[in-house]
């Protein structure tokens, strides 16, 4: 009530007194900090006011009221009330404070009246008055007659009834949900929209729902969206076989038919929807495409070859390029400056900086999710054992070396055999296994049927996985079984371990 509503009344109330001169004997106050204090920026920013405040503020500011005293401290035992006189006081709901104590001191006079300027809550002392009980209860709990005069005018902040149905009906929505408000007011609004809207057809009545605090409501809104296809997207290569096919060898281009598939960014301006292809979003939309990357330098004191390996055991068809042989700090890998690309996502660069290995990619879904496993990967690659044999001083016996490559490559391709053991043994209950060299053979047996003969030893299935080249992981696999359910499932087996085990592929 002290903002807004007060400072309004104030300058209704000081107009008519400078119009009415035979009132200006009658002096108007406002009892309000609040309100004292809103006032003090209605003064202020008065020139930001509607156009008929502002014009007045040629002659002078019209918050700086003539008939109206602020009574800054008010003791109300001691106010000299002899004469008539208007006071502004609050809270407005009666409750408590200046504007109660009035109340009780001056109720049981039918000389003097009380004005309602706002809302009043239900079960408060000001919506009690506006029933004009015979008796009110004061402040210290003794009954008193109500003899003043108590009058309702609106000045509330919030619409009422009338406005309220004249707005809906003004919008004509499809959904009215009354959630804010006195009950039975709501109720009666609820109920004149029910009459209201029972004249028009069924399917063209709005749903009217009050629901209490906490109770869900579900709306159920359709739709229809439409966008322009805008650019390159417009245009599809010409189809031999299209009736058009004359036409189009002269554009070049026909347009897309119902049913073919747009792929494009959805772009709304303004209830205004267009789907245009990234390279032509800066022709057809203020947008402009973007790109952020990002560098990321991890420490890795292994050598070039460590990590070599590492990545050609994780990632498939790695690019490895070698720049030059400076480095930004002395004792760098002898190797220079190896650059690996993986795919066309991410680079690793390894020699520059002794130390460290940077990792260099646009952000992208895909491109952040490389990043993250190439990172684990460096860390991995200094702690283990395989890191370590790598980084050892090598032996100067060179038949002993050349063994070791090649049992290094043996014990890879059978720890890759060992898997596809154990993927067999947790689908089949006997599998027995041989390794040699890079070929292992599995044996997999199961017990015979029910209505086969007792002499029968059940089903036998041979599977070969020969690996022909471990870096990349390809597998020769080969499944001998008369029972060809049996040879699918095993042969599905092997083929999905084989290919899990083998480096990811960046196509």
């Not at 008010?74 to 809270?91: E, L, Q």
């Not at 390029?321 to 002395?330: F, I, L």
């Not at 090598?394 to 490559?405: D, L, N, Q, T």
Request: charged residues 25%; proline residues 4%.
């Amino acid at each position: 009530f002290a903002l807004g509503r007060a400072q309004e009344l104030l300058l209704i109330l000081d107009e008519y007194w400078k119009d009415h001169p035979h009132l200006q004997s009658i002096p108007i106050y406002y009892a309000s900090k609040m309100a004292s204090r809103a006032l003090r920026v209605y003064q202020t920013y008065a020139n930001m006011m509607n156009a008929r405040i502002r014009s007045q503020m040629d002659l002078g500011n019209p918050f700086s009221f003539s008939h109206i005293r602020n009574l800054k401290s008010i003791d109300v035992n001691t106010f000299d009330d002899r004469g008539p006189s208007v006071v502004f006081a609050s809270p407005g709901m009666l409750q408590s404070g200046v504007s109660r104590q009035l109340f009780d001191r001056w109720a049981s006079d039918p000389k003097n009246g009380c004005l309602i300027a706002g809302y009043a809550v239900e079960h408060t002392l000001a919506k009690e008055i506006m029933s004009q009980p015979k008796e009110v209860v004061t402040m210290e709990g003794r009954r008193q007659p109500l003899n003043c005069l108590v009058d309702y005018v609106s000045f509330s902040a919030h619409v009422d009834f009338v406005q309220n149905r004249d707005f809906i009906t003004s919008v004509n929505p499809t959904n009215i949900i009354l959630v804010h408000g006195a009950k039975e007011e709501m109720g009666r609004l609820k109920g004149a929209l029910m009459l209201q809207y029972n004249k028009l057809p069924e399917n063209k009545r709005p749903t009217i729902a009050m629901p209490p605090n906490e109770v869900e409501v579900k709306l159920i809104f359709t739709r229809r969206r439409s966008a322009k296809v805008m650019g390159k997207l417009a245009e599809t290569p010409a189809d031999d076989n299209d009736d058009q096919v004359e036409e189009s060898k002269a554009k070049a281009v026909v347009e897309p038919r119902e049913g073919d598939a747009v792929r494009g960014i959805l772009v709304t301006q303004q209830n205004s929807s267009k789907i245009v292809a990234p390279e032509d979003l800066s022709t057809y939309t203020p947008l402009r495409v973007g790109s952020v990357s990002s560098r990321l330098h991890v420490p890795f004191v292994g050598k070039i070859e460590t990590l070599r390996m590492f990545l050609g055991e994780m990632f498939r068809d790695i690019e490895e390029t070698r720049g030059d042989n400076e480095t930004d700090v002395d004792g760098a890998d002898d190797e220079g400056v190896v650059t690996f690309s993986i795919g066309s996502q991410v680079k690793v660069i390894a020699g520059k900086t002794k130390g460290v290995a940077t990792v260099e990619w646009d952000c992208s879904p895909v491109g952040d999710v490389i990043a993250d496993s190439l990172v684990a990967l460096i860390m991995h690659a200094q702690s283990s054992a395989a890191s370590i044999r790598l980084t050892g001083r090598p032996c100067r016996h060179r038949s002993k070396k050349a063994r070791e490559g090649d049992l290094e490559n043996q014990t890879t391709a059978e720890e890759h055999l060992r898997a596809v053991h154990q993927a067999l043994s947790d689908q089949f209950l006997s599998v027995e296994a041989t390794y040699e060299a890079k070929k292992g053979t599995f044996e997999v047996k199961l017990d015979a049927n029910d209505n086969a003969s007792e002499e029968s030893n059940g089903l036998v299935c041979t599977a070969t996985v020969e690996f022909e080249n471990i870096l990349d992981g390809t597998a020769k696999v080969t499944v001998e079984c008369e029972d060809e359910k049996l040879a699918a499932n095993v042969r599905g087996c092997v083929q999905n371990v084989v290919a899990a085990s083998a480096p990811i592929a960046m196509d």
